[in-house]
């Protein structure tokens, strides 16, 4: 079994920063992929960013030169440092892991960004 367990969302005016955390735990095996996922209400559920077992990173063209995805192989842990934020970020952000063709996921954690 694997779990994932999502940090540091909440509520942030417009041009301020967040740091989202994700650790995975139980069978983590290398060559993997972890990512990061939003959920706007309304809207379907998007890519933000993804970041391969070594280093490698993609990101959703909305949020390139604003958002950061880093981990920690060791740890099992995926970041996403978030600045510039903006209204239109608000959403629910979720963590996922692809491994071995299955992919798994948080219970998400919660981003508004509003004055």
């Known amino acids: 079994q694997v779990q994932l367990v999502e940090s540091g969302g909440g509520l942030v005016q417009p041009g301020g920063s967040l740091r989202l955390s994700c650790a995975a735990s139980g069978s983590i095996f290398r060559g993997n992929i972890m990512g990061w996922y939003r959920q706007a209400p309304g809207k379907q559920r998007e890519l933000v960013a993804t970041i391969t077992s070594g280093g490698s990173t993609n990101y959703a063209d909305s949020v390139k030169g604003r958002f950061t995805i880093g981990r920690d192989n060791a740890k099992n842990t995926v970041y996403l440092e978030m600045a510039s934020l903006k209204p239109e970020d608000t959403a629910v952000y979720s963590c996922?892991?692809?491994?071995?063709?299955?992919?798994?996921w948080g219970q998400g954690t919660q981003v508004t960004v509003s004055s």
């Open positions: 996922n892991l692809n491994q071995r063709a299955i992919l798994y």
